[in-house]
């Protein structure tokens, strides 16, 4: 799990771009925000309430969405509301809101949010996250981290230990590296495959150890002192 954003930064606009779409209640701060963002991260559209960001997502399907946590609209679920309507799609979602609360970190993470950050962090920091969401790794300012850890934390079991034999060599060394906080691009290159081959190889991890996602497994590995 990456656990700060600012472990490495965003491709330049001349190797790609991200299409971006920012919701929040406050035009002041999206304007604010789109000002601050690298050129690198294509902002196509805005939306400043549940239904309306529901709709631009869905008609626009961007890369990312930079959604903030607290919306009027929908049925009161807010930015996780957002998240959970649009879950079918490709689209990447990175939290961006004022609340450090871990109700509100959570229950977003819980709708699907691959990060979250305060609104403190800059605008360097945020275009890195964009793109560190947008390849499959989770972003969190430093102090939630543990908030997420806790919430999708598992006990020990021997059933779960049972199960990590049938892990062959290779999916051993990916859920290591996983579990430490590499990338998926990281861990690709530290072993000489593809970043395909990562992901085949954690959702082979995920399954056999009877896991949900990364948040779990980096918990586990913890417990059992394996990484």
Known sequence: MT???????????AQ?????????????????????????????????????AIRVIQELVPDVVLLDV????????????????????????LALSVSDAA???VAVIRAGARGYLTKSAN??????????????DAVFSPRLAGFVLDAFGTTASTEQDDN???????????MRLIA????????????????KTVETHVSAVLRKLQLSNRYELARWASDRRIV
């Open 103 to 105: 109700e509100d970190v």
């Open 16 to 52: 790609h771009s991200l299409r971006v779409v920012l919701v929040d209640d406050h035009g002041i701060f999206r304007a604010g925000l789109r000002a601050e963002l690298g050129p690198e991260l294509d902002v196509v559209g805005e939306a400043a309430n549940v239904d309306e």
């Open 123 to 136: 605008g360097a920091d945020i275009t890195a996250a964009a793109f560190r969401v947008a390849a499959g």
């Open 70 to 93: 607290h919306l009027p609209g929908g049925r009161g679920g807010g930015g996780a509301e957002v998240a959970k309507q649009c879950a079918g799609l490709s689209t990447r979602f």
């Open 164 to 174: 990590l034999d049938l892990l062959s060599a290779r999916e051993m060394e990916v």
């Open 180 to 195: 430490r906080g590499y990338t998926y691009k990281e861990t690709a290159k530290e072993l000489f495959i593809s970043i």
């Open 3 to 13: 656990i700060s954003p600012n472990t490495g930064g965003a491709p330049s606009a």
